[in-house]
């Protein structure tokens, strides 16, 4: 199981941004996907788990979603703020050795 | 509220034995389908899972750090302990322990960065 995120997006303040997570190794559908916030200096935060959910405190204007026909997940940002400048990671869960799996990271910056 | 702290030596030699604990509040690991893992952190920042603790004693480490990896609990504290041996200076990271579901964390402590010079 591997997560391949794109190193890095960006894009201007109030616009929508995506970023992927392709799961190769095993349908993305199979387990839970996670998506953490790193902002600069700061541990991560969890923004999405099980797919779409948002813990409390989150806005909803970050959403999270599966795409099967890409094996793919996908965290998508609208009304974007300079605060969401960070590293964005997703997480999944391997079923054969019970392990984690983080993706790589992408850079969001908010130009 | 749920928090958690990990703690340890800032700096280790290579070939040393690193222990770090992590201390946590707002849970307890006595209740069914708890679990604490632990997730480190490269400086080039990429993200390794490490080990997991459940509720029932039952352990999972990774299968490439398992030969140099014990993790434990102290409920009684509300403490999960994680070893490392033969620490080598590709182990320096920040070292995170985490709670909430067996697929994935919830909650995040801060982190403690450990550093293996001589």
């Known amino acids: 199981l591997m997560l391949t995120q794109p190193h890095s997006v960006s894009a201007s303040p109030g616009k929508t941004v995506t970023i992927s997570c392709t799961r190769s190794g095993g349908s993305i559908a199979s387990n839970y996907v996670q998506w953490f916030q790193q902002r600069p200096g700061s541990s991560p935060t969890t923004v999405i788990y099980e797919d779409n959910q948002r813990p409390s405190g989150v806005p909803d204007r970050i959403s999270g979603s599966i795409d099967s026909s890409s094996n793919s997940a996908s965290l998508t940002i609208s009304g974007l703020q300079t605060e969401d400048e960070a590293d964005y990671f997703c997480?999944?869960?391997?079923?054969?050795?019970?392990?984690?799996?983080f993706g790589g990271g992408t850079r969001l910056t908010v130009l | 509220q749920v928090t958690l702290r990990e703690s340890g030596p800032a700096q280790v030699t290579p070939t040393q034995t690193l222990s770090l604990t992590c201390s946590f509040s707002?849970?307890?690991?006595?209740?069914?389908?708890?679990?604490v893992n632990w997730v480190r952190q490269s400086p080039e920042r990429a993200l390794e899972w490490l080990a997991r603790i459940d509720w029932d004693n039952d352990k999972y480490y990774s299968v490439s750090l398992k030969t140099r990896l014990a993790i434990s609990k102290d409920t009684s504290k509300n403490q999960v302990v994680l070893t490392m041996t033969d620490m080598d200076p590709v182990d320096t990271a920040t070292y995170y322990c985490t709670s909430g579901y067996s697929y994935g964390p919830k909650y995040w402590g801060h982190g403690t960065l450990v550093t293996v010079s001589s």
């Open positions: 997480q999944s869960y391997d079923n054969s050795n019970r392990h984690w799996v």
């Open positions: 707002g849970f307890s690991l006595n209740t069914g389908g708890m679990c």
